[in-house]
């Protein structure tokens, strides 16, 4: 087949669309004719004609079109709701009656009008253009939606790929539910919530199967490996001694493993001043199918041979949306001095608080090194202490939060802000905070450092030489306040580090010097701490 126009100019537009030439039958050269008439068309010759087919001899066809004026703009009026954003990005001069559009652009922006239509709870509409008008080289025409007065709610929810994903986080963390009306849009937008999930992560769109009286939603979940156990070996020269000590922990959460999204953590860390800490924490979503979350937790600490502490949490817990949480609970904890006699700032005393948490949360799980993008969680509580059968009232405060500017690919800066204060008319030495160390300020010995009122803040500037390696700097400051020893001090960390993502796991090194406000920087002070995440 040869398809020519009127003259040179529209042969040369013709055959710049590459069209088949050659066919089976007789049938397949007529559709094929007809494909380019609809080609034509939609550059903006709208007034194409096929004027003559003719047999040139027993293999060829010479087709002749008739291309006429070339439309390239046209004005759509409109009197239906539409997004305005959405035209904005996909037409000119939009106004709120009408838009323009390229024709060669306008099939696609029909498409992308309807499928938002459809997806916002009429699924069977159309759109068509009426009304269309030729007037002095300009076109316009008037957009119009076909409804089918037909009403659908979500009849059944069916999970693929991960078939025992906790039912209740349908219902409750998403807010899909049957007998909802259906929307596919907002549907998509709940289910994108799959990926803040640390057990699990959507693996394609959601789908929707239509039968003569039910709509049936499918969802497509898969379940990742989301345990983990972190632990690190840190080292370094007793001043007293001069004598190399190690100190370390490990850190075991368990994610899912029942399939009911629950979570539990176990936390057991010895350092070098001789101190221990237990810590168990266990989460419990939906409980009974309810919107609320259980939270207990048990820590115990034990200051070599001076004092322990144990304190007990309960917490009930509410998610406002996959990102923000608000919790209520309760904080009691219980001292014992373990040396022969007690002190006017250390003794057996108990505390109980109530306390009122806010957490927001974002993740970037496209990202293995760096998987939480932001994080802000704080604390209040308000509560009394009783010692030596006195009671005093205390107020204490806690915040943690952190966030990744990612500056392109390979670059980012890390920012954390970590602090408490405890508000008291009196302290003792058993009941003040305790910081240092590689999850606070950095160069530190662990726990070494103790508080009524301290704020740590910890930045790293981060470049990515591959996707599994990465190295860091160290800049720490902190600040703090003592009030039994009446002391204020500002404390730096300095040094370095690097990541990397293997197989086993995230190996970190850091290499970290510390130096008080008034002090300079010595390399026996210096302290190298390894760690290694594994998740299973």
Do not use: C, W
């Not at 301290?454 to 860091?472: G, M």
Request: aromatic share 12%; charged share 25%; glycine share 6%.
């Amino acid at each position: 087949m040869k398809a020519v126009g009127n003259d040179s100019t529209e042969t040369k537009i013709i055959d710049s669309l590459g069209y088949k030439t050659t066919f089976k039958d007789f049938s397949s050269l007529n559709i094929e004719t007809d494909s380019l008439k609809t080609r034509l068309q939609n550059l903006g010759y709208l007034a194409t004609n096929l004027t003559n087919l003719s047999r040139v001899n027993d293999s060829l066809y010479k087709v002749t079109y008739n291309l006429n004026k070339r439309y390239n703009l046209v004005r759509v009026s409109y009197d239906i709701d539409i997004d305005k954003k959405l035209l904005e990005a996909l037409a000119k001069n939009v106004e709120d009656d009408y838009f323009e559009v390229d024709i060669n652009n306008l099939e696609r922006v029909l498409t992308i009008l309807n499928k938002q239509i459809s997806e916002e709870g009429d699924p069977f509409s159309t759109l068509r253009l009426t009304n269309i008008i030729h007037d002095n080289g300009n076109l316009t025409a008037d957009l119009q939606i076909t409804k089918k007065d037909i009403s659908r709610s979500i009849d059944s929810i069916i999970i693929k790929g991960y078939e025992k994903f906790p039912k209740s986080f349908i219902k409750r963390y998403l807010k899909i539910r049957t007998n909802q009306p259906f929307n596919l849009y907002s549907i998509k937008e709940k289910t994108a919530a799959l990926d803040n999930l640390r057990f699990s992560r959507q693996i394609r769109e959601p789908e929707v199967l239509f039968t003569k009286d039910s709509t049936i939603i499918y969802i497509y979940v898969e379940k990742v490996k989301s345990n983990s156990f972190d632990g690190f070996l840190g080292f370094g020269t007793n001043e007293d001694t001069n004598k190399l000590e190690f100190d370390g922990y490990l850190n075991l959460i368990l994610n899912n493993n029942l399939n009911f999204g629950e979570s539990f953590r176990l936390l057991y860390k010895s350092d070098e001043n001789d101190q221990r800490t237990f810590d168990v924490k266990a989460n419990l979503p939906y409980l009974f199918g309810s919107p609320l979350d259980v939270e207990l937790g048990l820590n115990i600490f034990r200051k070599d041979s001076t004092f322990s502490n144990v304190s007990q949490t309960a917490n009930i817990a509410y998610n406002i949306d996959p990102r923000n949480r608000l919790g209520l609970g309760i904080f009691a904890t219980t001292s014992s001095n373990l040396l022969d006699n007690g002190t006017s700032t250390l003794d057996d005393y108990t505390s109980n608080f109530y306390l009122a948490n806010y957490t927001h949360t974002r993740l970037q799980n496209y990202d293995a090194l760096f998987p939480v993008n932001f994080l802000f969680d704080i604390s209040a509580g308000f509560g009394k202490r009783t010692f030596e059968s006195v009671d005093e009232a205390q107020t204490r405060f806690t915040l943690n939060t952190y966030k990744i500017f990612n500056l392109n690919q390979r670059n980012s800066i890390y920012a954390r802000i970590n602090g408490a204060y405890l508000d008291s008319e009196n302290y003792l030495e058993n009941e003040l905070f305790r910081f240092g160390g590689i999850n606070s300020i950095r160069g530190f010995e662990e726990n070494s450092l103790t508080a009524n009122l301290f704020a740590v803040l910890n930045t790293e500037y981060r470049y990515r030489l591959n996707s599994s390696i990465y190295v860091h700097s160290v800049i720490d400051a902190s600040y703090s306040e003592n009030n039994i020893a009446n002391t204020k001090s500002k404390l730096f960390g300095f040094g370095f580090g690097f990541g990397l993502l293997s197989k086993a796991g995230l190996f970190k090194f850091n290499y970290t010097s510390a130096k008080t406000e008034n002090q300079k920087f010595r390399l026996s002070d210096s302290k190298v701490h390894i760690s290694l995440t594994a998740q299973f």
